[in-house]
């Protein structure tokens, strides 16, 4: 049997769940975007790499005020969101040429949200193949991109 170390998951896995802050809060508040892994600010949302990607470039748009529903937002972040959402997938199309989008949101637990408390959009490039017999069998991603360079390809894109 072959074995696939990913140590980097390790930390989401251990603590997934068992703290009561909301790390999409605490991002754009610790003041270090490298290492927040935030992208690009605007007025009433950022944009962040998820640290746990299912490709590379996988991204989230979020609102900097915390709410679980969109009705608790106002029309300015909603139709800025929508804004960077757009912004966003033209930048990836340059740098990453994928062969399609996942675009979406989870409500709710019972919708799948893994971070319930504060709406985001996952903006997610996908290629033809990207869902390959490691996936399917194994229920593991391999990414061919470290997030580091991941982030200094779209923090210049989205500065420019």
Not at 4 to 24: E, F, N, S
Not at 97 to 108: E, I, V
Not at 117 to 135: A, E, I, K, Q, Y
């Amino acid at each position: 049997m072959d074995y696939l170390w990913t140590p980097w998951r390790y930390r989401y896995i251990t603590t997934a769940g068992k703290d009561d802050r909301c790390v999409l809060c605490d991002a754009p508040a610790a003041g270090d975007d490298r290492e927040a892994l935030i992208v690009l600010r605007a007025k009433t949302n950022y944009v962040i790499l998820n640290r746990f990607p299912y490709t590379s470039g996988h991204v989230m748009v979020v609102p900097y005020a915390h709410h679980a529903t969109l009705a608790a937002y106002d029309a300015e972040t909603l139709a800025e969101m929508m804004v960077l959402v757009r912004r966003v997938q033209a930048v990836l199309e340059t740098l990453y040429h994928p062969d399609g989008y996942n675009l979406g949101m989870n409500l709710g637990l019972a919708a799948g949200a893994g971070i319930a408390g504060h709406v985001h959009m996952h903006v997610l490039p996908r290629w033809f193949g990207d869902t390959n017999f490691m996936s399917t069998v194994s229920e593991t991603r391999v990414e061919p991109e470290d997030l580091a360079v991941t982030y200094e390809k779209l923090r210049g894109a989205l500065q420019s």
